[in-house]
């Protein structure tokens, strides 16, 4: 399984990143192989100053061997083995009419002293922030979502679509980061599901990110923008770095068990403000933003 | 002592902000009141698009009640009541040759059930986080930290020096967030020192403040600079975004307490870049900056 999910995320990141260059038109992603000192490396991906993408990382990563004493801690084990790997992407766009977007599909196993696998899941997810609402990219959004589910069951869609919401929560800001998707864990064997249904379904979903994303970039990139608009879209990712950096427990995982910093903290805006106690207008298009974000709705 | 403590912070608060619009001559601080529904509040004071400064905020509270949960977890201690105030400060110039500083000083009690004070102490200091490296303004700095605790302990200034060294550390970037200055927390009666020594004390080096850090805003503001020396300190201004919200434990504690996000986040700087692994040139200022931070300095 784990050899057949990384073939699969590194044909996927050749894949996403394919298709973002052709919607960009003008720059390519620029790649760093890097190596874990105590176990395996990944493949960064990082587009800068794009025509369409500001900022973006496609990355994976498949690393092996002692499990840190955070994860130990994390998982509620002792001392054992491990392997993981998978795929993360954030996508910051310069245009505020186009949403950033995230993803992530990761595989992990944990072996006893034999090298008997003890434990195995799947996790991951995909999810939508915009910087103005179009009510009809977050519908598009979430029935690709939906769509790529039901396919395996009717209710993954509901229940991975209302842990979205709780896991973006960014709680001292109390309202969502985005829109919402997918967020799911600790997917392991059950009386209904083999792990290789559920690499079916996280294939599955996988498989859906570019067809939920690029037409919703390529229906906004050339809208017009005012300057106003775009200090708008700059506070709005102050609080994607917030809750990057307060509350992502991957973020947080990353920084404090020695990954690359760099491939971590690629998911980070390009150009951000910081404005003192700022509120949009009553009325205003971004107060609308804000409503939703407040209250996460129901799109599918 | 509490009411000795309050009545400084807030004269020491005018003296500040008065000092500070001094020096930018154009904008001043517009004054938020704010109140705790748990007990106590808080006047929020913040300058933002100045002519020197391009935001910053000189903040006191007092609040009390119960001592909640994450703060008993903290102390080791059960139910308890507290009180606790304090007076914080972030500047963010807008020339990157002007260093960003930071300043707190503050005073804490813990009571049993029948008000008896159970436990009180001091905590502070101040510490400078340059852009361009200005050797003699770092000595400056020190030296007026150095002169303020000299006068009441031979030890203090090189204790709380390190002290600051070890606590701004951006751990995941394997470096210092500026070039220090004096931390110091849980200052109790001892044998050499009452409460009141140190309250001589916390309010000596809070009296230095202003002769710390004024001058060398003045020696620097009229500097010219260039676009790239300005992307240069919004990059920069990235790690200390990154060491508030990852590692400090006065924003997660604010963060995770119900505190009033506005006044604690005003430390974010205005106006911030991310590049994808950024590294100065060899030999540049820039890069001379870094191995400082790298390797805390002695600078008095």
């Known amino acids: 399984m784990k050899n057949k999910f990384y073939q699969y995320i590194q044909n996927l990141q050749d894949q996403i990143c394919k298709g973002l ?9 620029r790649e760093d192989i890097w190596e874990r000192p105590e176990g395996g490396g990944g493949r960064t991906r990082v587009i800068e100053k794009g025509q369409v993408f500001e900022k973006g990382g496609v990355n994976i990563s498949a690393v092996h061997g002692k499990l840190p004493d955070t994860m130990q801690k994390m998982f509620g084990v002792g001392e054992a ?29 944990m ?11 799947f996790g991951g997810g995909q999810d939508l922030t915009p910087y103005y609402l179009f009510e009809e990219d977050a519908i598009h959004f979430h029935h690709a979502c939906k769509t790529a589910c039901d396919k395996h069951n009717p209710e993954f869609y ?56 690029v037409p919703i970039v390529e229906k906004r990139k ?6 106003a608009q775009r200090t708008w879209q700059e506070i709005r990712r102050g609080r994607y ?36 106690d700022h509120h949009p207008e009553k009325g205003s298009e971004e107060e609308k933003l804000i409503s939703v974000l407040q209250k996460p709705k129901e799109w599918a």
């Open 111 to 121: 072996y006893d002293e034999n090298g008997n696998i003890i434990n195995q899941w």
């Open 222 to 227: 050339n809208l017009e923008y005012t300057t």
């Open 241 to 276: 770095v917030e809750f990057n950096l307060v509350h992502d427990k991957g973020t947080l995982f990353g920084l404090k068990t020695n990954g690359r910093i760099e491939s971590i903290l690629m998911s980070l805006p390009p150009h951000v403000q910081w404005v003192y």
């Open 158 to 213: 509901p229940n991975y679509k209302k842990k979205c919401d709780d896991y973006f929560w960014n709680a001292h800001r109390n309202e969502a980061r985005g829109v919402g998707g997918l967020f799911f864990d600790y997917l392991k064997v059950t009386d209904a599901m083999t792990m290789e249904d559920w690499y079916n379904f996280v294939t599955e979903v996988g498989n859906s990110f570019l067809e939920a994303y």
């Open 81 to 109: 083995d491990f392997f993981a790997c998978g795929l993360s992407l954030v996508i910051h766009p310069k245009n505020p009419m186009v949403p950033t977007v995230h993803a992530n599909w990761r595989y992990f196993e």
């Open 21 to 29: 260059e052709d919607v960009d038109g003008i720059s390519k992603f």
